[in-house]
């Protein structure tokens, strides 16, 4: 081989293989998914074409070719320098995939979780360990209602957590972060609970020289557990949700959803005989509840989407009111409980127990609310038009992520904004709450929170303050304060006047409470499967200028308004009106 | 790799030394003598002597499982400094002229592993009462190895001695190879391979002797039959080596066989084969023997998968871990998984001594130690094994080409070939950069028959490096 050839295709091959193992180790660098152990067939197939290439490399440059006639001596010499260039390929490659397992794939490795086909969890035993030996934080609620807390056992010092309050403890979530990691205010709040939020530097190298459990501070809830009881107690074992607002600071006083997890299935007990038992029992508990054709994954009350029937009312009403378009005192023509608002065979109709009989065909708003007819919002709709229900259902809340801390979904009025002013079937049945829009328990309870509170939108909250476990004074407290102002306080007065009016003259009658002010508006929401969610939004307090509560109570597939979610928030709003 | 710098490394005068013409007067010659001591390789060896202090108070004072090391414990490090210093000590005597980097190397990699199985211990204790002692135990054959060391070279006085009696070596060898395989018992590893003898106090591995003996024999019959190799004949366009000649290695490449299909011992299988294709390339300069070795090897292999086909289930599964082993992590898999989170739990520098949780790896303190090195010490100590061993195989290529037979030649590649390949082997395995097959890390696993035979090697290699002095003054006391 001549000489420049041969000098060429040593550069070749070594460009090659740099080039090779450059690719597989910027390959291994890219992210994957999570929990997913690294591939390693890009890198092997990089590093055996790597092999071949530094191989030839490496034996054109190790020793130039002996000629014919060279001394034994030379040739000798010449292939023990082509085996030593084997063998420092050998061990270039070594350091080359080491680099890789422990730095480049490092990370990935070490996040892995497998879980084999019989439900064995494959992991970094030094997960385990680490993670149980954190003194996480506890979640209170009341002051002094411990929902969440971890529980050191001796001898080995890990932590086990534990979930004592079976009606409240799922609004923490769950934590599990060897298998599944962990969820709701587990994983919201997990800086604060675990620790790893530095508050004072000084400490904290202290605690690492010294080989000290990281000890996590203490979060403090709104929850009122006994109204959480007993709403929860209330609900029962329905399809649902109960939300409790404080209307004037928004704090979240109960959220109760069924069905819904238990926790402490899903908490690692370190004190099990055998970790691999315990291991496989987390993992049989959460399969069960994936596959539960009931989802109790899903916490309703923050992320159940459901169509808001009649409570939707308020909105459109307020919208009308705010701009203008009609007062409460308007007449609406409502002859048979029919109407056709564009041309086309639909018709929107009041149901069928909602027109009171012996009435003219004449109905002013207020009237059209109380006893809750389609028709007359369906003809307010279309006269509103859709840019101004659009902007009062944003001005409600409608497509806003409230931080509370816990897995929510934004509710929303259409799939899109043009379709409602593209459409005005769809404006008219958005109007009364079916059509498109989707709302969650909690933005409901927050439309009548609204209202009670003189127009302003309170930011939702539950998490009232974190605190130092040690010293018990707050390293982070939430300010209360309203998100935006909803409607002019005139405005607000005359629908706070109709939720009452409602209440006092409308088929929400039997959610008056002797001696308190209640405002309320029921729903029964179509499901499109010959069934439909019960709902009910409202307030009550002493004060008829600032009634305190704001309650939205809400049954799947429950039926009529009136009858399911009607007498549900009245005995919760009783029990609410009872605090001191 | 040059062949500029000379094989052995020669002392230059320490400053402020004078000046003095060797051999001109009594203090010239007393000069000359300290100047010729090999105080390269007494600095280098200050480095393994400091770890095992170091190494050892580290395990002391980091408190790793049910059982504590006591201070009184660090007798093994003295114990060590003894031997290494004993050793420097007696070289400087009898062979002056010996490779000096050898030792140091050598003594660094001991160190190494025994920290880590001094580190291991207590931990492997808290799991099983099987592991107790396993460091003093080290410690006995730290100080069988080294006395084998000297032995190899004090005693091996000629090594034509070796070449003489090459072919009741290879029987030797071949004898062990059967001995295993009709009393060979399985040293409670449970995988049901019988690689073992049991001699109650001392479980011997027949294999780690065989590679020497392999060595031995090849050297001197590629040495004797090089040139014919060289010129091999031509059977129409193919070109074969003679064929009388080869039939000792046939013999030699079926054995390999063996131990591959009926042993399932693939480890040693990998190395044999890799040391005979290695030492056949080197005599003979012919790619296509290495090629054609090969392929004779995976045809026969392959042949062979008919009768024995549990033994190849065995091999499959072996490559199929290796390709994945998360599927099966908790099974047959569970050993390279907790391998790779050992590693990946090292990082650059490594949790520390003592902090790691390798324990759990099954066989950390022999196969699989350099995971367990990779969590504690990190990529600066994975590294570091694989630069250590890489000096290594460069000093020993080295004495061969200094040394003047071709018998001598082969025999410091052969042997230095042993130590590279399975270096190689087993961290490239543990490491999950090929199949993991089981043998020992050199020098760093836990185990009585691999270091005393690897020791044997390095005396071997010291005492090529250092032929037969012809006493004259001016060789006595370094050419120029």
């Known amino acids: 081989m001549p000489g420049p050839v041969r000098n060429l295709i040593r550069i070749f091959a070594l460009l090659g293989g740099l080039g090779l193992v450059t690719f597989g180790l910027v390959n291994g660098a890219i992210p994957g998914k999570p929990k997913e152990p690294p591939s390693d067939s890009v890198w092997l197939i990089c590093l055996g074409g790597a092999f071949l290439l530094f191989l030839i490399y490496a034996w054109l440059t190790a020793s130039p070719p002996v000629g014919r006639y060279a001394t034994l001596d030379a040739r000798f010499r010449h292939n023990v320098r082509q085996l030593g260039a084997f063998l420092l390929v050998g061990f270039a490659l070594l350091t080359l995939h080491l680099l890789r397992e422990q730095i480049v794939v490092a990370v990935a490795i070490k996040d892995a979780t497998v879980i084999t086909a019989e439900g064995n969890v494959i992991q970094d035993p030094r997960k385990i360990p680490e993670e149980l030996q954190t003194q996480r934080g506890a979640i209170v609620v009341g002051g002094d209602t411990i929902i969440a807390a971890s529980e050191i056992i001796s001898p080995s010092r890990y932590a086990h957590r534990i979930y004592p309050e079976p009606n409240i403890s799922y609004l923490a979530g769950y934590y599990n972060p060897m298998i599944y990691g962990s ?58 949700s109960v939300v409790v607002v404080d209307a004037q600071t928004g704090a979240i006083l109960a959220l109760a959803s069924w069905p819904h997890i238990d926790p402490q299935q899903l908490s690692f007990d370190p004190d099990a005989a055998d970790w691999e038992v315990e291991s496989k029992r987390i993992v049989d508990y959460y399969n069960g509840v994936v596959s539960d054709a009931n989802n109790p994954l899903l916490m309703r009350a923050t992320q159940g989407l459901y169509p808001p029937g009649s409570t939707f009312k308020t909105v459109t009403a307020s919208a009308a009111i705010d701009t203008g378009a009609a007062q409460p005192l308007s007449v609406f023509t409502d002859t048979n409980g029919k109407v056709q608002v564009e041309a086309g065979n639909y018709l929107h109709v009041d149901c069928s127990t909602c027109r009171p009989r012996n009435h003219g065909p004449q109905f002013t708003l207020t009237e059209g609310y109380k006893w809750s007819l389609n ?31 816990l897995p929510l979904e934004a509710s929303r009025l259409a799939s899109s904004d043009e ?12 109007a009364y709450g079916q059509g498109e829009v989707q709302a969650t328990p909690l933005q409901m309870a927050l439309v009548a929170a609204a209202v009670a509170r003189g127009g302003e939108l309170p930011a939702p909250y539950m998490v009232s303050s974190v605190n130092d476990h040690e010293t018990g004074q707050p390293v982070w407290q939430f300010q209360p304060h309203a998100l935006q102002q909803v409607l002019s306080p005139n405005t607000d007065e005359a629908i706070k006047q109709m939720m009452i009016t409602s209440v006092q003259t409308g088929w929400a009658k039997d959610a008056a409470i002797q001696g308190a002010i209640v405002g309320g508006k029921t729903g029964t929401a179509e499901t499109g499967h010959d069934t439909s969610h019960s709902w009910f939004i409202g307030f009550a307090g002493k004060d008829p200028a600032k009634p305190q509560y704001a309650i939205c109570t809400m049954i799947e597939e429950g039926g009529e308004g009136t009858r399911v979610a009607l007498p549900l928030a009245k005995v919760v709003l009783e029990e609410a009106l009872k605090r001191k | 790799m040059s062949v500029a710098s000379p094989p052995t490394t020669h002392t230059p005068p ?121 460091a003093r135990k080290q410690v006995l054959w730290i ?60 479980l011997f591995q027949p294999s780690e002797l065989l590679k020497v003996l392999l060595v031995i024999f090849l050297a001197g019959y590629l040495d004797d039959k090089r040139e014919l190799l060289a010129s091999p004949y031509r059977v129409g366009p193919i070109k074969l080596p003679p064929i009388p000649y080869i039939a000792p290695l046939l013999v030699l490449w079926a054995l390999a066989l063996v131990l591959f299909v009926v042993q399932r011992d693939l480890g040693s299988a990998l190395l ?66 907790q391998s790779l989170f050992a590693l990946a739990s090292g990082g650059v520098l490594g949790v520390g001594i003592g902090f790691g949780s390798s324990s759990i790896i099954p066989a950390v303190q022999t196969d699989m130690i350099i995971s367990a090195i990779g969590e504690e010490l990190g990529l600066a100590g994975t590294l570091g094994v694989v630069a250590l061993f890489m000096v290594l195989v460069y000093r020993g290529y080295h004495i061969a080409f200094a ?69 004259t003054d001016t060789e006595r006391l370094g050419s120029p």
């Open chain 1, 183 to 240: 969820a709701g205010l587990e994983a919201s709040f997990d800086r604060y609970l675990s620790g790893s939020e530095v508050l004072n530097p000084l400490t904290e190298q202290q605690r690492r020289l010294l080989h000290r459990p990281v000890i996590g501070n203490d979060i403090y809830l709104t929850i009122d557990p006994h109204l959480q009881n007993f709403a929860q107690e209330q609900l029962g074992e329905r399809k649902g």
């Open chain 1, 375 to 405: 028709v007359v919002f369906a003809e307010l709709g279309v006269q509103l038009g859709g840019n101004r229900l659009i902007e009062y259902a944003r001005r409600f809340g409608f497509g806003t992520h409230y931080d509370i801390g």
């Open chain 1, 419 to 430: 379709a409602v002013q593209v459409s005005k079937n769809l404006l008219a049945a958005t």
């Open chain 2, 14 to 134: 320490a400053p402020g030394m004078p000046a003095v013409q060797p051999g001109s007067s009594r203090a010239g010659r007393f000069w000359g003598t300290v100047r010729s001591l090999r105080w390269t390789e007494f600095r280098l060896l200050i480095i393994p002597a400091l770890l095992s202090i170091v190494g050892m108070l580290m395990v002391i004072l980091v408190p790793t499982g049910a059982m504590q090391w006591q201070w009184k414990d660090l007798w093994m490090s003295f114990v060590f400094l003894g031997l290494i210093f004993g050793l420097h000590l007696f070289l400087n005597f009898a062979k002056p002229r010996a490779d000096q980097v050898l030792l140091p190397i050598t003594a660094t990699i001991m160190v190494l592993g025994l920290v880590m199985i001094q580190r291991l211990e207590p931990a492997l204790v808290s799991k099983s009462d099987d592991f107790e002692g396993i």
């Open chain 2, 143 to 202: 100080v069988v190895g080294m006395v084998a060391m000297w032995a190899t070279v004090a005693l091996v006085r000629d090594l034509n001695w070796l070449r003489r009696y090459k072919y009741t070596f290879a029987i030797l060898g071949i004898g062990l190879v059967a001995a295993t395989l009709v009393f060979g018992t399985d040293a409670g590893s449970g995988s049901g391979v019988k690689l073992w003898f049991n001699f109650g106090f001392f």
């Open chain 2, 272 to 337: 044999f084969f890799g040391i005979f294709l290695a030492m056949l390339y080197v005599a003979s300069g012919r790619l296509f023997f290495v090629v054609g070795g090969l392929a004779l090897f995976f045809a026969a292999a392959y042949t062979l998968s008919a009768f024995f086909a549990s033994q190849f289930t065995h091999i499959a599964k072996r490559v199929n871990i290796w390709l994945d082993p998360w599927p099966v992590g908790h099974a047959d898999g569970f050993q390279i998984v």
């Open chain 2, 403 to 471: 040394s003047r037979s071709g018998y001598e030649q082969l025999l410091a590649v052969g042997l230095t070939t042993i130590l590279g390949l399975q270096a190689i082997i087993i961290i490239g395995g543990a490491i999950k950069m090929i199949p993991l097959t089981g043998i020992t890390l050199p020098f760093i696993s836990y185990g009585g028959s691999s270091l005393i035979t690897n020791c044997v090697i390095i005396g071997l290699l010291l005492r090529v490096s250092a032929p037969r002095p012809v006493r």
